[in-house]
């Protein structure tokens, strides 16, 4: 088994990544403001999802065949560049509103497309295999046990402290909304603060290349 101490440690990396704004936190706010903390739950449980696929995914090796495959992981790469560029645009573009602005034009969907939403916003962000595959071997010790189950553990407590944190942000998107509902200036400047956290992270994963 992992060692407790190993555990603590990843849980608090795992914290950071989370806490990090990215396409999977503006896109759970967005569905809860929109249409109610059932929805984020729903949209939340395909994020989770997401997270379990590039768990098993590291821990079966097959992180390690995308990124020896010539061209497979660039390819990805571009893809989750051009996604954060256009949820930048998004925030920014005329007539554009805060993910935060409360919005009654939003298409309502069911809960097959918001689990598979959820699903492929996390799914799009290949920084998440890269992650499980460069932060997982760090934290296993072949003297203590199984290599496989010392990995699935680790990675059950990175989709733990992650599934912890957004419920909370579904559970207080509402009343975040509300607070920034009468402060126009703020709602103005968290609109372009995101585009440019966003427009850094695509930039970030456009320029950053393997080390080969």
Same mark, same amino acid.
Request: charged content about 10%.
């Given at each position: ?16 990544? +989370? ?21 984020? $739950? ?8 997401? #997270?379990? %696929? ?5 821990? $079966? ?11 497979? =992981? ?8 051009? =996604? ?13 509103? /805060? ?5 009654? !034009?939003? !298409? ?6 918001? #689990? ?13 295999? +890269? ?6 071997? &760090? ?6 046990? *199984? ?15 992650? %599934? ?13 909304? /509300?607070? $920034? ?8 400047i968290q609109r372009w603060v ?7 992270l695509a930039s970030r994963l456009?320029?950053? *290349?393997? &080390?080969?």
């Amino acid at each position: 088994m992992v060692p407790l101490v190993s555990l603590a440690m990843f849980a608090l990396v795992s914290l950071g990544m +989370v806490l990090t704004p990215g396409p999977n936190m503006i896109y759970l706010i967005t569905r809860s403001i929109c249409q109610g903390r059932r929805a984020g $739950f729903i949209s939340l449980l395909g994020v989770i999802f997401g #997270f379990v %696929f590039y768990m098993f995914c590291a821990a $079966f090796g097959l992180t390690a065949i995308l990124l020896a495959v010539p061209y497979a =992981y660039e390819a990805i790469q571009w893809v989750g560049a051009a =996604y954060l560029l256009y949820l930048a645009w998004g925030t920014i573009k005329p007539g554009a509103r /805060s993910v935060l602005s409360p919005r009654t !034009d939003l !298409d309502i969907d069911g809960p097959r497309k918001l #689990f598979m939403m959820g699903f492929v916003t996390n799914l799009l962000n290949p920084k998440i295999a +890269v992650l499980y595959l460069s932060l997982l071997p &760090q934290f296993i010790d072949p003297f203590e046990g *199984h290599l496989l189950l010392q990995s699935i553990t680790l990675g059950l407590t990175q989709i733990a402290v992650s %599934f912890s944190v957004n419920l909370a942000i579904v559970f207080a998107a509402g009343s975040v909304a /509300s607070w $920034f509902s009468t402060r126009p200036t703020w709602l103005k400047i968290q609109r372009w603060v995101m585009a440019g956290v966003l427009t850094a992270l695509a930039s970030r994963l456009a320029l950053d *290349h393997r &080390q080969v």
